[in-house]
Nanobody, 120 residues
Framework: QVQLVESGGGLVQPGGSLRLSCAAASGSNFDINAMGWYRQVPGKQRELVASFTISGSRNYADSVKGRFTITRNNAKNTVYLQMSSLKPEDTAVYLC?????????????WGQGTQVTVST
């Protein structure tokens, strides 16, 4: 089993910045196939914010391009989301997602979510 541990959410004023972190950990050997961030607002569909694909390319939602940057530290099995120029509409629970090989099995894993609130 793999756990995704997120950190870095909070309350920030419009125009401010936050950095989210998500670390994958397990007692077993594993290989990360893809990893990224989604966000969820009550009553709305969960949406992809940013992700790394297996090839290493980055995908961003149109709404965050130019403001958010996803990076990773492969040695630490950690992905980061640097969020700048935050807007009230960025308020959501941000969830880390990873597609991970554990042995012969490829599974999706989700973090517990971290709240980001952009407000005055």
């Amino acid at each position: 089993q793999v756990q995704l541990v997120e950190s870095g959410g909070g309350l920030v004023q419009p125009g401010g910045s936050l950095r989210l972190s998500c670390a994958a950990a397990s007692g077993s050997n594993f290989d990360i196939n893809a990893m990224g961030w989604y966000r969820q607002v009550p009553g709305k569909q969960r949406e992809l914010v940013a992700s790394f694909t297996i090839s290493g390319s980055r995908n961003y939602a149109d709404s965050v391009k130019g403001r958010f940057t996803i990076t990773r530290n492969n040695a630490k099995n950690t992905v980061y989301l640097q969020m700048s120029s935050l807007k009230p509409e960025d308020t959501a629970v941000y969830l880390c997602n990873a597609r991970i090989w554990v042995g012969l099995y490829l599974n999706d894993y989700w973090g517990q979510g971290t709240q980001v609130t952009v407000s005055t």
